[in-house]
């Protein structure tokens, strides 16, 4: 994957960084309030988690550990988790009480009506940005979450497996959710490229991986890793529903919509494990971190609707300003 086009002054400086052997002296980050928002915050953070995945074309793979791009991602990390703060207010909970409370934070949840746009009016090509945008997360799906499995232990590192095999198809490379999307991509002529449309991805496109690349990348945030995987797996049935019966809408065949039916299925059996026997479990075996699911969980939602919100707007019309 090519190195994407700088958005600021941060991701400008990275950009060219890693392109050369010399530490890295990229400018303080821009402050601003609206960091879920921030195109260079997001793209910035973006490239420094990239390089724990597949990194880039032309970039040394010692720039993962490179004690300069650690402090510039440290200080972005810093910046963003202050925003998902802001956007998520403290919870308290009790450990026993973690999965009601979960179930009690799904059901109260009321992002946008993305879905159900794409089910009855969106046009294909409203839907085949859709799809662009989301594979920045779905050719690279489950991996993030797969960070917290040697963080576990006992019970939730089963359930956590178990959940897994089944994203990872089983052992059956056609199976994989990540492969079932590029059925989806090949079927509305997208290319399938990993990492193609990282240049076209919004802000808050990008914040909706990197949120669970900090989960999943600083062991202190384990709970809020798990906590947030529970929240994907209870919240998909009924979208992914209608993302395939929105497919259908516009022509696809069993091919194309395998992927959305396949989670429809699945995530019904997922949200009772995750919810219980990885999260509930997790909870038992540290109380304290019982805040962290419920805050992991909490983001998960409010950053997916920060996307669905976005999308709905520019499909109207009313975009929100870029905060480059």
């Known amino acids: 994957m090519r190195l994407p086009k700088p958005r600021g002054p941060v991701s400008a400086a990275l950009v060219e960084g890693l392109g050369r052997t010399t530490p890295l002296a990229a400018p303080a980050a821009s402050s601003t309030d609206a960091v879920v928002h921030d195109d260079d915050l997001q793209l910035a953070l973006w490239i420094c988690y990239e390089m724990h995945y597949r990194g880039f074309d032309g970039v040394d793979d010692a720039w993962e550990w490179e004690p300069s791009l650690i402090a510039l991602r440290r200080t972005l990390e810093e910046r963003w988790l202050a925003?998902?703060?802001?956007?998520?207010?403290?919870?308290?909970?009790?450990?026993?009480?973690?999965?009601?409370?979960?179930?009690?934070?799904?059901?109260?949840?009321?992002?946008?009506?993305?879905?159900?746009?794409?089910?009855?009016?969106?046009?294909?090509?409203?839907?085949?940005?859709?799809?662009?945008?989301?594979?920045?997360?779905?050719?690279?799906?489950?991996?993030?979450?797969?960070?917290?499995?040697?963080?576990?232990?006992?019970?939730?590192?089963a359930a956590l497996v178990e959940i897994q095999t089944d994203e990872y198809g089983g052992g059956r490379v056609e199976r994989m959710h990540s492969e079932l999307f590029r059925d989806v991509m090949r079927a509305l002529d997208l290319d399938d490229t990993y990492g193609r449309y990282v240049d076209d991805a919004s802000a808050v496109t990008l914040a909706v991986t990197n949120t669970i690349s900090l989960f999943g990348l600083r062991r202190?945030?384990?709970?809020?890793?798990?906590?947030?995987?529970?929240?994907?797996?209870?919240?998909?049935?009924?979208?992914?529903?209608?993302?395939?019966?929105?497919?259908?809408?516009?022509?696809?065949?069993?091919?194309?919509?395998?992927?959305?039916?396949?989670?429809?299925?699945?995530?019904?059996?997922?949200?009772?494990?995750?919810?219980?026997?990885?999260?509930?479990?997790?909870?038992?075996?540290?109380?304290?971190?019982?805040?962290?699911?419920?805050?992991?969980?909490?983001?998960?939602?409010?950053?997916?609707?920060?996307?669905?919100?976005?999308?709905?707007?520019?499909?109207?019309?009313?975009?929100?300003?870029?905060?480059?």
């Not at 919870?91 to 059901?107: G, I, K, S």
């Not at 859709?130 to 779905?138: E, G, Q, T, W």
């Not at 998960?300 to 109207?316: I, N, Q, S, T």
Request: charge should be negative; hydrophobic fraction near 40%.
């Open 83 to 157: 925003g998902l703060r802001r956007l998520v207010p403290p919870v308290e909970v009790e450990p026993d009480r973690v999965p009601a409370a979960l179930a009690e934070l799904v059901a109260a949840d009321d992002g946008p009506p993305l879905a159900g746009f794409l089910q009855r009016e969106a046009t294909r090509e409203q839907f085949r940005e859709f799809v662009a945008l989301r594979s920045v997360y779905h050719l690279k799906e489950a991996d993030p979450h797969s960070w917290a499995i040697p963080r576990l232990e006992g019970a939730p590192k």
């Open 220 to 324: 202190e945030f384990a709970g809020a890793l798990i906590g947030h995987l529970a929240s994907f797996e209870m919240t998909s049935s009924l979208p992914n529903r209608r993302y395939g019966n929105g497919l259908r809408r516009l022509g696809g065949d069993a091919t194309a919509t395998r992927f959305y039916d396949e989670h429809v299925e699945a995530d019904a059996v997922h949200e009772q494990i995750a919810a219980h026997d990885l999260c509930g479990g997790y909870a038992k075996q540290h109380p304290e971190a019982a805040a962290d699911i419920l805050f992991g969980a909490a983001c998960g939602l409010a950053v997916e609707a920060e996307f669905g919100r976005d999308l709905l707007d520019r499909w109207a019309g009313n975009p929100l300003p870029r905060t480059a």
